[in-house]
């Protein structure tokens, strides 16, 4: 036991309490410091040795400028003492005593201890008493021991800003249940040893406690965008889609943006949203059946099917350009095409995987991102089917207002860009595009007339973020994503 403890324990021992435990700091030899008086019957508390109850008491206190004149004395006396018999050249006496200098100045004057005489060379300061009392540092000596200063003299020291109210606690202590003269060490583990002598009888142990948080077991963590893909999976599965394979990054213009009916001169070819790959440059266009490969030039170039088309010459050269996709709709485009040569059937198709763009990055954008696809191909869809569709998705996401606006896309026609209705963050979010393929792009795959087909692309990262609470984009993907933001989010979101 530390020497304050045994002071503690001898004091409740003798006494039965402690009333006050200021008046027990102050009145033990030598004086106990009160805050280690509490820190003691704290750690006695818990082991159920005594037991306290607390009042407030509010009381003088010393600034820090104050504590510094306690031990050299006020800035006044410190002045004084600096003044030698001769006097001094103002100029001196203020580089000897720094910052200090002005305060003890102008109070020493005021107690009339100096006096200053003007020379030719400057200000003397000369002393005008012989010895002075320095009363303030006895002042503060005071309020230190917890005596108590006339009204008057704490006016002038508050003013000065060297005292100033406080309030503490102090405590009334008595014995506590376990209250003994000898703390005893609760036993933690029942060992070999206590068995074989039999001690473990009188041992005393530690209660269990089933407040303490375990530690957690170490585990793997999936990333809040692959829980969200499997939630956007689940949700097309159940709704009776078919995933598509989405395995090339690399794709060719030709399937990228051509076969869209997107013109080679769009600006979303050039090298501003897209990233061109240079081994190998070109995907040779004898791997698209010629037929087919024919029919997109002359739509491109004449038209057809009631289109006019762009009426200017089509190259081979950019349609074999490599890139990285910059949307699924590449997929898409693919899968549509296959379905018209095995002889086109109703079809409800979907995919998640990367694309890329050429784009700054920011908090909310990245040069790569998952992008969501979905294609209903069948007889007489319309735009009711496609909102419908949609509404029924975000429905299921728990996003359950939905507005959209007419927007343009080259292959769509209507188009319409997607917003939701974030309870989360009180306001509308711009979630995807869609629309209805046109027809130049459906009839030169061979897709038959009368055949409707709904589309639309939503991005992954923003319902994640929004999911999750994540603001910055980069938190969640890229090479400054957050491990703790993958850590510690819930396994499971509740409700999706
Ligand atoms: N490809 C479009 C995009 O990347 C999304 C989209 C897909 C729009 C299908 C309409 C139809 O923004």
């Known amino acids: 036991a530390t020497d304050v403890e045994s002071q503690v324990l001898e004091a409740l021992n003798a006494h039965g309490e402690i009333a006050d435990t200021e008046a027990f700091s102050r009145s033990a030899s030598p004086a106990l410091d009160h805050q280690s008086v509490v820190g003691t019957l704290r750690s006695l508390e818990a082991a159920g040795m005594v037991s306290t109850e607390g009042t407030e008491r509010t009381r003088l206190g010393l600034s820090s400028e104050a504590q510094d004149y306690l031990s050299n004395g006020s800035p006044e006396s410190q002045l004084y003492n600096s003044v030698p018999e001769g006097g001094i050249c103002m100029a001196d006496l203020k580089a000897q005593l720094g910052s200090i200098a002005d305060i003890g100045f102008r109070q020493a004057m005021q107690q009339k201890w100096i006096v200053i005489e003007k020379t030719e060379t400057g200000q003397l300061v000369k002393r005008k008493v012989s010895e002075v009392q320095d009363k303030v540092a006895q002042q503060l000596q005071d309020v230190a021991d917890g005596k108590t200063l006339a009204e008057a003299e704490v006016k002038d020291l508050r003013k000065r800003k060297l005292v100033m109210q406080t309030t503490h606690t102090v405590y009334h202590v008595t014995k506590g249940p376990n209250f003994s003269m000898q703390r005893r060490k609760a036993e933690t583990?029942?060992?070999?040893?206590?068995?074989?002598?039999?001690?473990?009888?009188?041992?005393?142990?530690?209660?269990?406690?089933?407040?303490?948080?375990?530690?957690?077991?170490p585990s793997g963590h999936l990333h809040p965008l692959l829980k969200v893909r499997?939630?956007?999976?689940?949700?097309?599965?159940?709704?009776?889609?078919?995933?598509?394979?989405?395995?090339?990054?690399?794709?060719?213009?030709?399937?990228?943006?051509?076969?869209?009916?997107?013109?080679?001169?769009?600006?979303?070819?050039?090298?501003?949203?897209?990233?061109?790959?240079?081994?190998?440059?070109?995907?040779?266009?004898?791997t698209v059946p010629e037929d087919y490969r024919k029919r997109v030039q002359s739509i491109h170039e004449r038209g057809?099917?009631?289109?006019?088309?762009?009426?200017?010459?089509?190259?081979?050269?950019?349609?074999?350009?490599?890139?990285?996709?910059?949307?699924?709709?590449?997929?898409?485009?693919?899968?549509?095409?296959?379905?018209?040569?095995?002889?086109?059937?109703?079809?409800?198709?979907?995919?998640?995987?990367?694309?890329?763009?050429?784009?700054?990055?920011?908090?909310?954008?990245?040069?790569?991102?998952f992008q969501l696809e979905g294609v209903v191909c069948d007889y007489g869809l319309t735009l009711g089917h496609?909102?419908?569709?949609?509404?029924?998705?975000?429905?299921?996401?728990?996003?359950?207002?939905?507005?959209?606006?007419?927007?343009?896309?080259?292959?769509?026609?209507?188009?319409?860009?997607?917003?939701?209705?974030?309870?989360?963050?009180?306001?509308?979010?711009?979630?995807?595009?869609?629309?209805?393929?046109?027809?130049?792009?459906?009839?030169?795959?061979?897709?038959?007339?009368?055949?409707n087909v709904i589309a639309w692309g939503l991005g992954l990262e923003r319902p994640t973020m929004i999911l999750y609470g994540i603001n910055n984009i980069r938190e969640l993907s890229g090479h400054k994503v957050s491990l703790n933001i993958v850590r510690q989010n819930p396994i499971c979101r509740l409700g999706l």
Do not use: C
């Open 189 to 217: 583990d029942l060992t070999q040893e206590m068995l074989q002598r039999g001690t473990w009888r009188e041992a005393e142990f530690k209660p269990y406690n089933f407040n303490a948080l375990g530690v957690a077991p």
């Open 230 to 286: 499997a939630a956007f999976r689940k949700i097309f599965t159940q709704m009776g889609f078919e995933e598509m394979p989405t395995n090339s990054f690399v794709e060719s213009s030709f399937w990228n943006f051509d076969a869209l009916f997107q013109p080679q001169q769009h600006p979303a070819r050039d090298a501003h949203d897209t990233f061109f790959v240079t081994h190998p440059a070109t995907t040779p266009l004898s």
């Open 304 to 369: 057809g099917f009631g289109s006019k088309g762009y009426g200017s010459p089509w190259r081979e050269g950019e349609a074999e350009k490599n890139l990285l996709r910059t949307h699924t709709t590449a997929v898409s485009s693919r899968m549509l095409y296959r379905l018209a040569q095995q002889g086109f059937k109703p079809a409800k198709y979907f995919s998640i995987d990367r694309v890329f763009r050429n784009e700054a990055i920011d908090r909310t954008h990245l040069a790569e991102f």
């Open 386 to 451: 496609l909102i419908g569709v949609l509404s029924q998705f975000f429905e299921r996401l728990g996003l359950s207002e939905l507005r959209f606006k007419p927007a343009y896309n080259p292959y769509t026609e209507p188009s319409m860009e997607i917003f939701a209705y974030s309870k989360e963050l009180k306001k509308w979010i711009e979630v995807g595009n869609s629309g209805m393929f046109r027809p130049e792009m459906l009839r030169p795959m061979g897709i038959p007339p009368g055949v």
